[in-house]
C-alpha cells in the first residue's frame, strides 16, 4: 500500500502479519518460494510478514488464493464453520480502508473459491494516480455513481448500471466522477501462476484492486 492511503488498524495489520506467517510455516515454503507461487515480491512480503507493511486488496486476494483460503479467513480470529452455502448479512460487513478505498468482502467462506466478490466504495479524492496490476481478471459492475476506469492506457466512463470486464494483468485504475463518492461490486478471480502462461509479462506489483 503507498503511503497516502488510509491504513488497516493496528491490531488488524497485526493479526495478519502474523496469519500470513503462520500460514507459511505450516506449508513448509521459504519467501522465495511463496514470491514465485504469489508473483509478489520476496522484499514486499517479508516487509509483510513482519508487519512493516499494509497489504493492498490485490495482494490479499492473491495470497488467499496461493493459500486456498477465503480473504475472510485470513483476518478472521475464528475459525467459520463449514457450510455449503455462504451467507453475509449487510449489517454484519465492516468495511476496510486500502489506499483510499473502502472494501467489504462479500463472501466468507472457509472454501477456496475462486470467484472473490467485494463490494468497494471509491471517495470523490481518492488520493494519487497510481495504476495496479495482479494476476487474473476482474468483473465490476456500477451500483452508484460515476467512474474512470483506465485500463492499459486506456479511459472509461462508466455510468450507474455499466460493467466492464477486463484482465487485471493490465495496469489498471478506478477513480469516482462529479466530486462524489461511487459504490461497485467487483468480482476478482486469481489465476493460479503455474496456469498462467503469460506471466512472464507482469511485473509482479503489490498494487491493489482498482
Known amino acids: ?4 492511503g488510509e491504513m488497516l488498524r493496528e491490531e488488524e495489520l497485526n493479526h495478519l502479519c ?3 506467517a503462520d500460514l507459511r510455516s505450516e506449508r513448509g515454503w521459504t519467501l522465495e518460494e511463496l514470491a514465485e507461487r504469489s508473483g509478489l515480491s520476496k522484499p514486499f512480503l517479508s516487509r509483510l510478514e513482519a508487519g512493516h507493511r499494509h497489504p493492498s486488496i490485490a495482494a ?3 495470497l488467499a488464493k496461493v493459500y486456498g483460503i477465503s480473504v475472510a479467513q485470513l483476518f478472521d480470529t475464528q475459525p467459520t464453520p463449514e457450510d455449503p452455502c455462504v451467507i453475509v448479512r ?3 460487513a465492516t468495511a ?3 489506499n483510499g478505498l473502502l472494501y467489504v468482502p462479500l463472501s466468507s467462506s472457509t472454501k477456496p473459491f475462486s470467484l472473490q466478490p467485494i463490494g468497494v466504495t471509491i471517495p470523490p479524492d481518492r488520493p494519487g494516480n497510481e495504476t495496479y496490476q495482479h494476476e487474473g481478471e476482474e468483473w465490476l459492475h456500477v451500483i452508484d455513481g460515476r467512474v474512470r476506469l483506465l485500463v492499459d492506457g486506456k479511459t472509461h466512463t462508466l455510468e450507474s448500471g455499466d460493467s466492464a470486464h ?3 494483468r493490465l495496469a489498471h485504475r478506478l477513480d469516482a466522477l462529479d466530486g462524489k463518492e461511487a459504490r461497485i461490486i467487483l468480482v476478482a478471480c486469481p489465476i493460479p501462476i503455474a496456469l498462467n502462461p503469460r506471466r512472464e509479462a507482469v511485473q509482479a506489483t503489490a498494487g491493489l484492486v482498482g
Do not use: H, N, P
Open 18 to 20: 502474523r496469519r500470513l
Open 60 to 62: 490479499v486476494l492473491t
Open 96 to 98: 476496510k480502508a486500502v
Open 1 to 4: 500500500m503507498s503511503d497516502d
Open 90 to 92: 449487510g449489517a454484519g
Open 166 to 168: 477486463f484482465d487485471s
